[in-house]
């Protein structure tokens, strides 16, 4: 059936059957020659059960209406394209394609589906294997016998029958008839007819043969031999895919043991390779390289507590809450069936640092008390406990208050939908439950174990601070004193910086997310639109061993063409090669290394240079998330509406030539939507009624000589295998290709008078074209230019591409522009992470001003906000300049930790007014700067320099989204730490008030008051 027919006849009425279900939010589909493929995407959430059930409905009340000679629709396996977990091939030089493909087919799919957690498993490549006549068109003509006939004595010769019982002797038996078809044989010895007395037999109008089906698809696989030289052969690949809620590690873990089983007692030459794709690679490397940086977060997290306290009981009292916090997250990430991923590592990596912070000040606040309790009159000491419990309670507010502000701000992830939602919940939800750990572990577990550990400690006996916390507060003394005397002097730069940050932010680029180091590659190919699979196999065969000649490819599964269970096929001009990379294989083999840009660049030059193709370069799972957002496997889908196709080719040719200057844009095709030759059989209805036939008799005539009819099955062992009966050269039964016009002219049909008619005298054949694809979205046909980014913003390019796309491009009425792909969710999340930031200050402000009860105070500790974001914006250019849906995370992150150092020392400034007698402003404003520096500098340094492995290691697997978050929130840090310190203070003496000034309210009091109410919340 040709597209259009196919759209009207079968796409459209699906279509409108589905696009009113509830939940749906697009519908897609790709029409082509005999099929047609319908997405119906569901928003976010839905039930997998519920929308299947729905859509299983929708199809049941329509399938009345679609044409007989049209299969029923089949609703594809419980998969997505992020399903696609596995890629293997099977390949033999001792056997054939066919015999390939019947062994893949049979027992290697069928013990493949039985693994738990695999959904369906896609073939391509190899010959299926089939029973075939083919009858020679002179011989009918010459016995007066239709392909009908030879059909319905195929059918009728194929068949085993129960006859009922027999009693014999009080015993039963089964009385069975046998006559089914078990060999070539038997198929050439059936009788057709009889003329003259005489049997015509199918050997004598045509040759019974074993043959091979026609073929909409092909599969290569290429490997590396001993001596890293490439190996590129034709095989059978296999597209695994997972169930939705199975573990990916999990079923590859099953698959490896399955493939390593069968290879036992494969035959003899078949080899599986089971390393074409593996998205359990990207895990696990992604979770070793987190884990990785968790590790060596905690090592500076332990270098700094130790530095700083100088006392192994203080260090290990404080350390303490980073395993009691890891574990208590893993076993509530457990308890809550959250499993342990890249993510939820990556939000205890960022949250590492932090881990201590609330011990941190608990410690050195009890410690400084201790000191000072030591060196009074034996008469005036207080007892230990009694110390310990005041120093703790000093200091428990601004540690609940800073910690609850800190988790706070990772409440907007909670929010974050689509793909973002999905990755970067897990980090939002480890990092907070991980903090609220360590703070449980501060008001509890810190408190007593100083009392057991600190009284004795030599850090206390000595009744002096560490070196390094001395010699930093003589260092700071001096630059306090001088911003404090000159107050603007500081404060007027300050504002510059804040003013040029906001400037940096606006001018940055956008993307969606950071792109993923994935180890591996995808390149969609294709060519001309009515190509013949052998040549766009030939095409792509030429690519493919192009690609092998880079040695850092170590292997490559190639699809060229539709596979019979693919959802997502593609017409026989296209191809997917997969790439599994090695870039350490150049330095093996003495080789300079390449970076991952340096290799594109060069693969790219070189599959430019072979001409008849274009392709598209992407990453296994970046590729499928453009597929997922846009229904197209490129960063960039400008989508052209309209209904006249020709109209549509028109305006894809003018988008092409305006976005080929653009600077950034690679990878650049239009759909390959074209006219394609067609023969076209108008059917004579008149001289079809002449001789008393149906247009139904003279089609399935055509059909069953040309594409053949599948009249039966031939068993064999527990495999059935299609009997097909069509028209060609017996002696050269596989030509069938190269048929001509003349060829269908002379297709003989069926009269009821017996006469055998030619179908040149019931039809008028003539040759035309037609298109090739019809792409539809939301009931609307639709072409397609797409493109990747490289070197520039995506949200840069996409401008840039409206820009050119609305001055260069006259849309006529009823045609218009959509654009879709990773920019689209990037704009919908960074708008709601901005209406979510904005609430999550005002937050953070009503907490400060309830606390404090001053709203001077809270603009005074909310001021750290913009000194976070002058590092921030300075981190982001230092990444490269790129403003990612990670990046903005990281600065809301930045506000809440930066918030902690604010309330720190504006607290302990309040505490010396009130409760230790300081009454000159300006030396309660020193004094509390001074004492709270060590505090501030460790939690500071802790929180940062944690973040160092994950700052560093960007192109790391796993690494990816956290680097650009660690970058924003370090710079941030230090930027907010550094200026917090100097322009705070002086801030506070020029808008500050001093307390005696104010309504005389009880700060620590007030503190006390709200934190004893506070801690069953985290808790």
């Given at each position: 059936m040709a597209p259009e027919e196919m759209e009207t006849l079968v796409t459209f009425p699906i279509e409108t059957a589905v696009n009113g279900?509830?939940?749906?939010?697009?519908?897609?589909?790709?029409?082509?020659?005999?099929?047609?493929?319908?997405?119906?995407?569901?928003?976010?959430?839905?039930?997998?059960?519920?929308?299947?059930?729905?859509?299983?409905?929708?199809?049941?009340?329509?399938?009345?209406?679609?044409?007989?000679?049209?299969?029923?629709p089949i609703l594809a396996p419980m998969s997505s394209v992020m399903g696609e977990i596995v890629f293997a091939s099977v390949t033999s030089a001792q056997h054939t394609a066919r015999e390939l493909r019947t062994f893949a087919s049979t027992d290697l799919r069928r013990r493949i589906l039985s693994v738990p957690g695999v959904a369906e498993v896609a073939l391509f490549g190899g010959d299926e294997r089939q029973y075939q006549v083919v009858l020679s068109q002179p011989l009918m003509q010459a016995y007066q016998i239709s392909i009908t006939e030879v059909a319905d004595a195929l059918r009728k010769s194929n068949e085993n029958v129960a006859a009922g019982f027999l009693v014999e002797g009080g015993q039963e038996s089964i009385l069975q008839g046998v006559g089914r078809i078990e060999s070539v044989e038997d198929i050439a010895e059936t009788v057709v007819t009889v003329r003259a007395g005489t049997p015509i037999k199918v050997k004598d109008l045509g040759t019974a043969m074993v043959g091979s089906a026609i073929r909409r698809g092909t599969g290569w696989a290429s490997r590396r031999g001993p001596a890293w030289e490439p190996i590129v052969e034709p095989a059978v690949v296999m597209a695994i895919l997972k169930q939705p809620s199975a573990n990916t590690l999990e079923v590859t873990e099953r698959l490896d043991r399955a493939f390593d089983e069968i290879q036992a007692t494969m035959p003899e030459g078949m080899i599986i390779n089971k390393r074409l794709f593996r998205q359990a690679d990207f895990i696990n490397a992604s979770v070793t390289n987190t884990i990785h940086a968790l590790r060596d977060g905690g090592i500076f997290v332990i270098i700094v507590v130790v530095l700083f306290l100088a006392s192994m009981r203080a260090s290990f009292i404080t350390l303490l809450a980073i395993p009691f916090s890891l574990v208590t997250a893993i076993l509530t990430l457990r308890v809550f069936g959250t499993s342990i991923n890249t993510m939820t590592l990556g939000g205890m990596a960022i949250a590492i640092g932090a881990l201590v912070d609330d011990a941190i000040i608990d410690v050195e606040n009890i410690i400084r008390r201790l000191r000072e309790n030591g060196v009074l009159p034996e008469g005036r000491r207080r007892p230990v406990l009694e110390v310990i419990y005041k120093a703790s309670v000093e200091v428990r507010a601004s540690i609940v208050f800073a910690t609850l502000i800190i988790m706070l701000v990772f409440v907007p992830l909670l929010f974050l939908s689509g793909v973002e939602g999905r990755l970067l919940r897990p980090l939002g939800i480890a990092f907070a439950v991980s903090l609220a750990a360590s703070l449980v572990a501060a008001l509890t577990l810190t408190p007593a174990l100083a009392y057991y550990l600190l009284p004795k400690s030599r850090t206390v006996q000595r009744g002096h601070e560490p070196l390094i916390v001395r010699g930093l507060k003589r260092l700071y003394d001096r630059p306090l004193r001088w911003a404090m005397r000159r107050p603007w002097w500081v404060i007027a730069p300050t504002v510059v910086l804040l003013i040029a940050a906001v400037y940096g932010a606006s001018m940055m680029g956008r993307s969606f997310l950071p792109e993923f180091s994935e180890g591996a590659l995808v390149v969609g190919l294709v060519s001309v639109p009515g190509i013949s699979l052998e040549e766009s196999d030939r095409l792509a065969h030429i690519v493919e061993e192009t690609l092998m000649q880079h040695p850092e490819?170590?292997?490559?599964?190639?699809?060229?063409?539709?596979?019979?269970?693919?959802?997502?096929?593609?017409?026989?001009?296209?191809?997917?090669?997969?790439?599994?990379?090695d870039m350490d294989a150049p330095s093996r083999l003495g080789l300079p290394r390449r970076t991952r840009a340096e290799l594109l660049?060069?693969?790219?030059?070189?599959?430019?240079?072979?001409?008849?193709?274009?392709?598209?370069?992407?990453?296994?799972?970046?590729?499928?998330?453009?597929?997922?957002?846009?229904?197209?496997?490129?960063?960039?889908?400008?989508?052209?509406?309209?209904?006249?196709?020709?109209?549509?080719?028109?305006?894809?040719r003018q988008v092409e030539s305006v976005m080929q200057d653009i600077r950034g844009v690679v990878d650049l095709s239009a759909e390959q939507q074209n006219a394609i030759p067609i023969h076209r059989v108008d059917f004579d209805r008149v001289a079809i009624a002449q001789f008393g036939l149906q247009v139904e008799d003279v089609s399935e005539a055509l059909q069953a000589a040309f594409r053949g009819d599948a009249v039966s099955q031939v068993l064999r062992g527990r495999n059935a295998f299609d009997l097909v009966v069509r028209v060609g050269d017996p002696v050269n039964p596989n030509a069938w290709t190269n048929a001509s016009a003349e060829t269908v002219e002379q297709v003989l049909v069926d009269t009821p008078s017996g006469a055998k008619v030619p179908l040149k005298v019931l039809a008028r054949i003539s040759r035309e074209h037609g298109p090739n694809m019809i792409s539809r979205e939301n009931a609307q046909r639709k072409i397609v230019v797409m493109c990747n980014v490289a070197g520039r913003a995506l949200g840069d390019v996409v401008a840039d591409i409206r820009g050119a796309v609305a001055e260069g491009v006259h849309m006529p009425h009823g045609y218009y522009v959509e654009y879709g792909g990773q920019f689209e969710s990037a704009e919908e999340t960074r708008r709601r992470l901005s209406v979510l930031g904005v609430v999550v200050i005002l937050s953070i402000g009503f907490l400060l001003y309830v606390v404090f009860r001053s709203h001077r105070d809270a603009m005074l500790i909310m001021v750290n906000l913009p000194l976070a974001l002058i590092g921030g914006v300075a981190g982001v250019y230092v990444s490269g300049g790129i403003l990612s849906v990670a990046s903005v995370i990281g600065f809301i992150s930045v506000f809440g930790i930066a918030a902690r150092n604010g309330i720190m020392l504006v607290s302990h400034i309040r505490h010396l007014q009130r409760f230790e007698g300081v009454t000159d402003f300006h030396e309660a404003i020193r004094r509390?700067?001074?004492?709270?520096?060590?505090?501030?500098?460790?939690?500071?340094?802790?929180?940062?320099?944690?973040?160092?492995?994950?700052?560093?290691?960007?192109?790391?697997?796993?690494?990816?989204?956290?680097?650009?978050?660690?970058?924003?929130?370090?710079?941030?840090?230090?930027?907010?730490?550094?200026?917090?310190?100097?322009?705070?203070?002086?801030?506070?003496?020029?808008?500050?008030?001093?307390?005696?000034?104010?309504?005389?309210?009880?700060?620590?009091?007030?503190?006390?008051?709200?934190a004893h109410a506070m801690p069953a919340a985290p808790a």
């Open positions: 279900a509830a939940d749906v939010r697009r519908v897609r589909s790709s029409t082509a020659v005999g099929f047609s493929t319908i997405w119906v995407e569901f928003e976010w959430g839905t039930d997998i059960y519920r929308a299947r059930q729905t859509v299983t409905e929708r199809l049941a009340s329509i399938e009345d209406r679609l044409p007989e000679n049209v299969d029923p490819i170590a292997a490559i599964g190639r699809r060229t063409g539709r596979g019979e269970a693919d959802a997502h096929g593609m017409n026989t001009e296209g191809s997917e090669i997969d790439l599994t990379l660049e060069a693969l790219r030059a070189d599959v430019a240079m072979i001409p008849g193709v274009q392709a598209t370069f992407g990453q296994p799972i970046g590729h499928r998330i453009d597929h997922m957002l846009s229904g197209t496997r490129a960063n960039i889908a400008v989508k052209i509406f309209g209904e006249d196709l020709i109209k549509l080719r028109e305006l894809a509390g700067a001074m004492e709270r520096l060590a505090p501030i500098l460790m939690t500071a340094l802790a929180a940062g320099l944690a973040l160092i492995p994950l700052a560093v290691g960007g192109e790391q697997p796993g690494r990816e989204i956290l680097t650009p978050m660690a970058i924003v929130i370090l710079c941030g840090l230090l930027s907010s730490t550094f200026l917090n310190m100097v322009v705070v203070p002086a801030l506070f003496l020029r808008f500050g008030r001093p307390l005696a000034a104010e309504v005389q309210v009880d700060v620590t009091d007030e503190l006390r008051r709200a």
